[in-house]
């Protein structure tokens, strides 16, 4: 288990830890969220003995492995597959052993070992992993070199996740990954054999993928039991107890103190007076919750135009070569929230490049309304900021004839305040980047905001001003993003890029969901199982088979019980004092065998829900 007892750490004079205590058993899923600038990466340096504590200590099982995503891979002329595999050192190590031993007892512990972790399918493993994160067979043989820094961060992700460490630490995981890529991390760590850590602002992912949320705040660590939207829950109702107490508290406080400066003076009741100073002084002061500062975006509205906006008659658009889209036939009022889906290269980008005007049709037309105004946020424009200036410096650029008031109010808008209006942009975070790029493109009060992945970056209390924002904006919206809550709040429509064409989608986000995560194999084993016509089966075959259903789901029913009340007895604190180390050892090692069993149980249902699907025909 990871153990974090009482730690305290400081950066430059602000504590970011003071007596904070958490312990997290082994084998555990946890999302840790926190406001940002928390210290939540900071953590992450703590617990893998890159920073000194101050003050408590983090213990870890002896010879436990951490890994963590590098900041990426470096370009070089060696393949991606050959990368991902080099990740897991231990098998790089042997192989290269086995190929240059002599003394056949080495030989034979080195196959042995090799054997023992599943050496021999580590290619394919590799393979899969690269496969999940966005790379097709052809990409996995070509040289990292060839990739932007974005794509080779996937490659460093691909690697840590091959290599397997015992304690798997991951910041903002989904930041470098397309909606497909984010789908599959999901379902890899709902899955993954050891203990997960994520920082993530991603609201699906630590629905998910987590069974516990650690909270970092007010330079304390809480752990909660539940995904992300089971401890919201939670912590609203325990502020909302902690709040009505405090008022409780401060009644009973006027009370007491109005008695003792109405009778102090008099002799007859100076007991009682007395008394009450004594309960007043004794009492333990219960605070309020503080409420957090609310996140704000605000987008100037633009002036109404006559629809459409924007059309298109048989349009293609590419880069000098084949078009990437063709026949394009598509509108797009001002009232319209559409989002774009489509798995990665198969033209999302480029159809919100044509839309922004920063590419030209090759075929067909393209028409815009004369006093069309488009706002264009992507990822790059993040990273292309110039770091030497302060937001305020960007904004004047570009409003010199408007007042520092006026320029500071626009900032304010979009939650930066005086003194990161001050702040050279080098030293933001990233949210705070964001902001300022979201800032610059609403500028002119756009009629078409164009979104390419904008949540990178900020943080949960953000994301859901922005849905606010977008929400309440009068002008159009084109979004692509990996965030399946912000898409579903915000959008109306959906087009689908595939095939070279882009056209409406008919189902709603959870059947595209569905789509993606069956996969290729499930799109070409589809015609051959419609060629198909097995017999029908009897009706007391289809009873049988209702029958299995109903003992598999009651299975996994019970496991789930099981497996509630295994989580509530390791969260204990109590359970990992020293005197009970044999009890944590075996309700640990009961809780990897109910997990075990739940996923054969689980096995076990699908294949008979589809096989009662396949006998009903």
Known sequence: MLK???????????????????????????????????????LFKLIRGELVLEGGEITLPNRARIGGVAQEVPSSATSLLDTVLAADIERAA??????????????????????????????????????????????????????????????????????QPDYLLLDEPTNYLDLEGALWLEQYLAKYPHTVLIISHDRDLLNRAVGSILHLENRKLTLWNGPYDQFARQRAAARAGQAAEAKKQEARRAHLQSFVDRFKAKASKAVQAQARVK??????????????????????????????????????????????????????????????????????????????????????????????????????????????????AHIQRL??????????????????????????????????????????ATLD????????????????????????????????????????????????????????AVAPYSGDLEQYRGELLAGDSAAK????????????????????????????????NKLTEMLEKLDAIMADPALYEPARAGDAEKWAKKHAEAREAMARAEELWMAALEALETAQG
Not at 450 to 465: F, G, Q, V, W
């Open 4 to 42: 974090i007892s009482d730690i305290s750490y400081s950066v430059e004079g602000r504590p970011l830890f003071e007596g904070a205590s958490a312990t997290i058993p082994t084998g555990h899923k946890v999302g840790i969220v926190g406001a940002n600038g928390a210290g939540k990466t900071t």
């Open 94 to 163: 042997l192989m290269a052993e086995a190929e240059t031993a002599t003394d056949p007892h080495r030989i034979a512990e080195v196959h042995a070992r090799l054997a023992d972790i599943d050496a021999w399918s580590a290619e394919g493993r590799a393979s899969a992993i690269l496969k999940g994160l966005g790379f097709d067979a052809e990409a996995q043989l070509r040289p990292c070199s060839d990739f932007s820094g974005g794509w080779r961060m996937r490659v460093a992700l691909a690697g840590v996740l091959f290599a």
């Open 279 to 392: 309960m007043l002084e004794k009492m333990e002061p219960i605070t309020a919750p503080e409420e957090a500062a609310k996140q704000v975006f605000t987008f100037p509205a633009p002036e109404q135009l006559s629809p459409p906006i924007i059309t298109m008659e048989g349009a293609a658009v590419g880069y000098g070569g084949p078009p990437v889209l063709r026949r394009l036939s598509l509108r797009i009022d001002q009232d319209d929230r559409i989002a774009l889906l489509g798995r990665n290269g198969e033209g999302k980008s480029t159809l919100s490049k044509l839309l922004a005007g920063k590419l030209q049709v090759s075929e067909g037309t393209i028409t815009r309304s004369s006093k069309l105004r488009i706002g264009y946020f992507a990822q790059h424009q993040v990273d292309e900021l110039d770091l030497g200036e302060t937001p305020l």
């Open 399 to 440: 409003r010199p004839d408007e007042g520092q008031p006026r320029l500071r109010a626009r900032l304010a808008g979009f939650g930066l305040g005086a003194d990161q209006a001050e702040t050279k942009v080098g030293k933001l975070s990233g949210g705070q980047k964001a902001r300022l790029s979201l800032l610059l």
């Open 445 to 500: 009060a756009p009629h078409l905001l164009i979104l390419d992945e904008p949540t990178n970056h900020l943080d949960i209390e953000s994301r859901e001003a922005l849905v606010e924002a977008l929400t309440a904006y009068s002008g159009a919206v084109i979004l692509v993003s990996h965030d399946m809550h912000l898409l579903g709040l915000v959008a109306d429509r959906l087009w689908l890029v595939k095939g070279g």
């Open 525 to 556: 084993s589809a015609p051959a199982k419609a060629k198909e016509k097995p017999a029908r089966a009897s009706r007391d075959e289809l009873q049988q088979l209702r029958s299995e259903v109903r003992k598999c789901e009651d299975r996994v």
